[in-house]
């Protein structure tokens, strides 16, 4: 997946989850889209450079959205619509034989991101985007999600219903070391991924290769519940 007319800028503050001051190489300061409702605490910070899409729109009250960010020399894709765009790409390759591959999927209680076909199976599958890293460890979430433990839940009883199932994590960097769920956060998450796991729904996590440009999946990385 890649953006079009991207530009470097400083970041200035965050008001609210949704709005963010960047000051562009001309010195312009500009009202900026946040792409990721989430806290981004470690990896919003004064002064850190961040990457801005400027909006096709000009009657847009935001005229750039606020996509990566640099974490000291590492960039870091912070826009939540990337990992589904990006798995999009990807999930054809990672199930070959794939003959469907239909996004925004609901079945009983959730609506899943995508739902796959192919001549040995219908699969379910759930993608979420990880953005906290520390020390080339990363975790999901960064704040509690209730909406993420349902989903897991789901996929447990759709593989009771006979359906493969997966979740996705989509870790928006490169060169980490493995991935865990995020016991400080919700340690109710990791017995749910555990318990998935008991119940044959299967758990991935891949890193991305991040450019100023876009996003794509790259390689597994070790998942520790």
């Given amino acids: 997946m890649t953006y079009p007319n991207i530009e470097s800028a400083i970041f200035l503050s965050r008001p609210n989850r949704f709005i963010a001051f960047c000051r562009l190489g001309s010195g312009d300061v500009v009202r900026c889209h946040v792409k990721n409702t989430g806290r981004c605490r470690e990896l919003l910070v004064p002064n850190c450079t961040v990457l801005l899409c400027k909006a096709d729109n000009p009657s847009r009250s935001t005229l750039y959205d606020l996509v990566a960010v640099y974490k000291g020399d590492r960039l870091i894709n912070m826009d939540s619509q990337a990992p589904n765009r990006a798995a999009m790409e990807f999930l054809p390759d990672l199930y070959k034989g794939c003959t469907l591959l239909r996004p925004e999927y609901t079945w009983g209680n959730s609506r899943f991101d995508f739902y796959l076909e192919s001549s040995s199976c219908k699969r379910l599958i759930?993608?979420?985007?990880?953005?906290?890293?520390?020390?080339?460890?990363?975790?999901?979430?960064?704040?509690?999600?209730?909406?993420?433990?349902?989903?897991?839940?789901?996929?447990?009883?759709?593989?009771?219903?006979?359906?493969?199932?997966?979740?996705?994590f989509v870790i928006q960097m490169e060169g980490v070391t493995d991935f865990a769920p995020n016991d400080r956060t919700q340690p109710e998450f990791r017995a749910a991924l555990r318990a998935a796991q008991d119940a044959g729904v299967e758990i991935l996590a891949y890193d991305c290769i991040v450019t100023e440009q876009g996003m794509a999946l790259n390689r597994p990385v070790p998942v520790k519940l």
């Fill in 126 to 168: 759930e993608v979420k985007g990880v953005t906290l890293e520390e020390d080339g460890h990363t975790f999901f979430p960064d704040a509690p999600t209730l909406r993420g433990l349902r989903h897991v839940e789901e996929l447990i009883e759709a593989r009771k219903a006979g359906y493969e199932a997966t979740i996705l």
